[in-house]
């Protein structure tokens, strides 16, 4: 579904990526994961269109990505979420999960005078939508409090859903897990294998690495802006490259 080809980035002469290599399947979900400093956000932005690589391609189903447009890249079925969620923290939780449909009849001025029955009756879908979306995430009790008001984990969740109002084939999630309580993982870790479930590809950074065990079907370690290794999270563990960069640099 998604290949990256030797995609290198430096800002000001540091290398933050030398040369990278990646592929998320239909239906995989694939952890990237990585020392402080490694490239992890960095690849994930010129995935998303925020950065332009200065080499290396990346391909969605067949077609290029439109590197440095992240209105393209959401155009194409990517929907990313954020490591401090991107809330309307005065809406309500209802109001940020609608405001992630996207291609709303109600939005075109021309749609609301001419077709008022059909942006009626799109909006209709799009609430039946947002509520089982908060219903998978456990957040419709709360579809009517100010996003504001929830909790860090809770926010996180509902950073998730507004991503999937978009119906993406490909879900980019930026350390879901970090500060967030073990039953709200769990909550995160049942949805993201739905999600891959349901036949959309995940690539998710995360530093939980008992999170990343559960979830991921594949896993890339990079190191210094280059991947050091790639396989399954058994395969990571064992690894000795991993062992000395990231492991030890936990240790
Ligand atoms: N906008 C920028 N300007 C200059 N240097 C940057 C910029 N963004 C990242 N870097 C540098 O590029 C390298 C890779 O950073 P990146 O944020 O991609 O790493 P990361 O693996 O996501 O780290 P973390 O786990 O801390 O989020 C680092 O050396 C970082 O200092």
């Given amino acids: 579904m998604l290949s990256i080809r030797d995609v290198a980035v430096s800002f000001g002469g540091v290398a933050a990526l030398g040369g990278v290599d990646l592929d998320v399947e239909t239906g995989r979900v694939v952890g990237l994961v ?4 490694s490239g992890k956000s960095t690849l994930l932005n010129v995935i998303a269109g ?3 690589p200065d ?6 189903d067949g077609h290029p990505l439109p590197f440095g447009r992240p209105e393209g890249v959401a155009a194409r079925g990517i929907a990313r979420t954020f490591q401090i969620p991107r809330l309307a923290r005065r809406l309500t939780v209802a109001q940020n999960v609608i405001a992630g449909g996207r291609d709303q009849p109600g939005e075109s001025l021309a749609a609301l005078l001419f077709r008022p029955g059909a942006v009626r009756a799109a909006e209709r879908q799009v609430t039946a939508r947002a509520f089982e979306v908060m219903r998978r995430l456990g957040l419709d009790h709360l579809a009517d409090h100010p996003a504001g008001g929830l909790s ?5 969740l509902l950073s998730m859903g507004m991503a999937l109002m978009a119906d993406p084939v490909l ?13 709200l993982i769990e ?3 049942r949805f993201i294998r739905a999600l891959a479930s349901e036949g959309r590809g995940v690539l998710i950074i995360e530093h939980n690495m008992e999170m990343v065990s559960n979830i991921c079907d594949h896993v890339v370690v990079l190191d210094g802006g280059k991947v050091i290794a790639r396989g399954t999270p058994d395969e ?3 690894d000795r490259a991993v062992m000395r960069s990231y492991l030890g640099e936990v240790a």
């Fill in 50 to 52: 925020v950065i332009v």
């Fill in 171 to 183: 879900m980019l999630l930026d350390e879901p897990a970090a500060g967030v309580n073990p039953v």
């Fill in 236 to 238: 990571i563990r064992r």
């Fill in 152 to 156: 860090g984990g809770q926010q996180k």
């Fill in 55 to 60: 080499r290396g391609t990346a391909v969605l």
């Fill in 34 to 37: 990585g020392p402080n400093g």
């Fill in 187 to 189: 909550q995160q870790v």
